[in-house]
């Protein structure tokens, strides 16, 4: 297990389609477990696997519950609608509203390649959503309403 580095935007690997995984082979099972490493070393909610430079069809959210692993996710159905902040490991230390649907179904593989399908609303459907987008070579960016603006997540102090 190792944290990787993760691209930020303008590096070509966010741009680009992702391929499926036919099978998880001992590598794509490292990749799986440095990717949850990489997300918690961050403090994200979630990561694609181009944002540690590999364009496979895989990324891991964890929005509270525990680590969900996504292979060859597919959106079955989506409705509703939210606005809100939205963030990336990808672009730190910025964030921008965006809408997207408040509610999200989504058909996948586990790191097993067991069959199974997730269902979220507000936050997770939200994580779920933007971490497809980037296996399709987009971020959120290009949802952006009006313009980023800078964040700061230091701890508070209790």
Same mark, same amino acid.
């Given at each position: 297990?190792?944290?990787?580095?993760?691209?930020?935007?303008?590096?070509?690997?966010?741009?680009?389609?992702?391929?499926?995984?036919?099978?998880?082979?001992?590598?794509?099972?490292?990749?799986?477990?440095?990717?949850?490493?990489? =997300?918690? *070393? #961050?403090?994200?909610? +979630?990561?694609?696997?181009?944002?540690?430079?590999? !364009?496979?069809? &895989?990324?891991?959210? /964890?929005?509270?519950?525990?680590?969900?692993?996504?292979?060859?996710?597919?959106?079955?159905?989506?409705?509703?609608?939210?606005?809100?902040?939205?963030?990336?490991?990808?672009?730190?230390?910025?964030?921008?509203?965006?809408?997207?649907?408040?509610?999200?179904?989504?058909?996948?593989?586990?790191?097993? =390649?067991? *069959? #199974?399908?997730?269902? +979220?609303?507000?936050?997770?459907?939200?994580?779920? !959503?933007?971490? &497809?987008?980037?296996? /399709?070579?987009?971020?959120?960016?290009?949802?952006?309403?009006?313009?980023?603006?800078?964040?700061?997540?230091?701890?508070?102090?209790?």
């Amino acid at each position: 297990m190792a944290i990787r580095q993760i691209r930020v935007q303008g590096d070509d690997v966010l741009t680009k389609v992702c391929r499926p995984v036919k099978e998880i082979t001992p590598r794509i099972a490292t990749l799986i477990e440095d990717m949850v490493d990489t =997300m918690y *070393e #961050y403090d994200g909610v +979630g990561l694609a696997a181009p944002q540690v430079g590999v !364009l496979r069809r &895989i990324a891991v959210i /964890d929005v509270g519950d525990g680590p969900i692993v996504l292979v060859n996710p597919e959106v079955l159905e989506t409705s509703g609608s939210q606005t809100g902040e939205e963030g990336c490991l990808s672009l730190p230390g910025k964030s921008g509203q965006v809408t997207r649907p408040n509610y999200a179904k989504v058909h996948a593989f586990n790191e097993n =390649m067991e *069959e #199974y399908e997730v269902e +979220g609303e507000e936050l997770l459907a939200r994580a779920l !959503l933007h971490e &497809i987008d980037h296996l /399709d070579g987009h971020m959120y960016t290009e949802k952006v309403e009006g313009n980023l603006h800078d964040v700061n997540y230091e701890e508070e102090e209790a």
